[in-house]
C-alpha cells in the first residue's frame, strides 16, 4: 500500500494538474482585456505573490544566491523569456477560441521533451519512443496537409515550455525562488507596458470595475497555487510517476473546448489528436514497461 508520503504527492500532482487544466475558464473570464494587458498582470501580481510566499517561508536565502551567480541569472533570464512568450500564446489562443490547439500543444509537449533529452542530454531513443515521435509527426503532417500550414499555437507551445524545462534544469533553485527571479526578469518590462503602452478601455485600474480588477490582480495566484502544487509533489513522488498525471491538464482543457465553449472539433483536426493519442499512449506503456524492467534489475 502507498504511504502517506506518496498519497499526499498524488493529491498535490492530481491538484496541480487540474487547475492548470481548468486554467483557460480564468482567462476566458478576461476576454474583454488584450492578451499584453494579460500578460503584464500576470508578471506583475507573479512576482509580489511570490514575493509575499518568499518571506512568509523565508526563502530569500536562495534568491541572494542565484543572484550572485551570473550564470545562473542569464539562464533564468533566458527561461523569463520563455516562459513569458508561453504564457502570451496560451492567453491569445485561449480567448480567440483556439483552445483546442492549446490542448494539443500540451500533448505534444512530452513527446518533444524526448526529443530534447536526445539532443542535448545524450539519452537514446528505445524502439517505442521512435514509433510514439513518428506517430506524433505523422499527427502534425495531417494538420499540414489538411490546412496548408503548420499548426503555429500547438507547436509554440509545445517549443517554449519543452526549453523552459531543459533550461530551468540546468538551475539548481526551487519553484519559488526560480519564479521569482523570472518575473523579476520580465516587471519591469510589464510595468512600463502598462504604464506607457496600454492603451485600451481596461488598461488603467482606477478606471475598471472592482470585479474586473479582482480578477487581474488574481492572475498572481493562478500562477502560482499550482506551480506550488506540482514542487510539493516532485518532493514526493518520482518524477516517472507525476510524468503520468500531465495529461490531465490537456484533456480537461479539450473537453472544455468542445463541450463548454463550443470550439468545432473538424473530422482532420480530430484524426491529428488521434494520431497524437495514439503516440502518448505507446509512449506511456513504453515508459511503464522500462520502469518495470528498472525495478527487477535494481532487486
Request: one cysteine or more.
Amino acid at each position: 500500500m502507498p504511504n502517506q508520503t506518496t498519497k499526499h504527492g498524488v493529491i498535490f500532482a492530481l491538484a496541480a494538474y487540474v487547475m492548470w487544466g481548468f486554467a483557460p475558464v480564468y482567462f476566458k473570464s478576461l476576454t474583454q482585456v488584450p492578451a499584453y494587458e494579460i500578460l503584464a498582470h500576470r508578471v506583475i501580481w507573479s512576482c509580489v505573490f511570490v514575493a509575499a510566499l518568499l518571506g512568509l517561508g523565508k526563502q530569500w536565502g536562495a534568491v541572494s544566491a542565484v543572484i550572485k551567480q551570473p550564470r545562473q541569472l542569464a539562464t533564468l533570464a533566458l527561461t523569463s523569456v520563455l516562459i513569458g512568450l508561453n504564457w502570451l500564446i496560451f492567453i491569445w489562443a485561449v480567448n480567440n477560441d483556439r483552445m483546442l490547439d492549446a490542448s494539443l500543444g500540451y500533448y505534444i509537449n512530452p513527446l518533444f521533451n524526448v526529443v530534447l533529452g536526445m539532443l542535448f542530454l545524450g539519452e537514446r531513443f528505445r524502439r517505442a519512443q521512435w514509433v510514439a515521435i513518428g506517430l506524433a509527426l505523422s499527427g502534425v503532417l495531417i494538420q499540414v496537409i489538411s490546412y496548408g500550414s503548420l499548426p503555429w499555437i500547438a507547436i509554440s507551445l509545445a517549443v517554449s515550455f519543452g526549453f523552459y524545462g531543459l533550461l530551468r534544469k540546468k538551475v539548481n533553485l526551487g519553484a519559488l525562488p526560480g519564479l521569482f527571479v523570472e518575473t523579476l526578469w520580465l516587471f519591469p518590462l510589464a510595468l512600463a507596458y502598462l504604464g506607457l503602452f496600454a492603451d485600451s478601455a481596461t488598461s488603467h485600474l482606477l478606471g475598471n470595475t472592482s470585479s474586473l480588477n479582482i480578477l487581474l490582480l488574481s492572475a498572481g495566484i493562478v500562477t502560482t497555487l499550482p506551480l506550488l502544487c506540482f514542487a510539493a509533489a516532485a518532493t514526493r513522488l518520482r518524477l516517472s510517476t507525476i510524468g503520468f498525471f500531465q495529461y490531465i491538464g490537456p484533456s480537461l482543457m479539450f473537453i472544455l473546448a468542445t463541450s463548454v465553449y463550443g470550439e468545432e472539433l473538424e473530422p482532420m483536426k480530430l484524426l491529428t489528436f488521434a494520431f497524437i493519442w495514439l503516440g502518448l499512449s505507446v509512449f506511456t506503456w513504453d515508459a511503464l514497461r522500462n520502469q518495470r524492467r528498472q525495478k527487477k534489475a535494481a532487486k
